[in-house]
């Protein structure tokens, strides 16, 4: 009776290409976002290069939505980042050395 149901499930694939496509439309929210701010910020400035300044709500409503601050997304690797990595690599190193010694050397006792 258990096997009569079809259940469709998702396949790797499909997961894989679901989460490139939220992927892709994350990163193309993000580029429209900064391509909105930097154009917020071009119309601040004047024909001189000087930026005006923001003299804050003045009592009035804004028709820009308050800005939200996020860390900015960096390929560089913290300090903390790198030791870990490092120190990942050295035991992984080590584990892998031990490990061949052992199958070598049992080996080599065996003939």
Known sequence: RQYDETVDRHSAYEM??????????RENEQREAEQREREYEEGRR????????????????????PRTTRPRASNRQS?????VKSLA??????????LVRGILGSLKKGL
């Open 89 to 98: 690599r050295t035991v992984a190193s080590q584990v892998g050395r031990a």
């Open 79 to 83: 300090v903390t980042e790198a030791a």
């Open 16 to 25: 894989l290409k679901q989460a490139a496509e939220d992927a892709a439309r």
């Open 46 to 65: 004047t024909r001189t290069g000087f930026q005006l300044p923001d003299f804050g709500d003045s009592g009035r409503q804004s028709s820009r939505a």
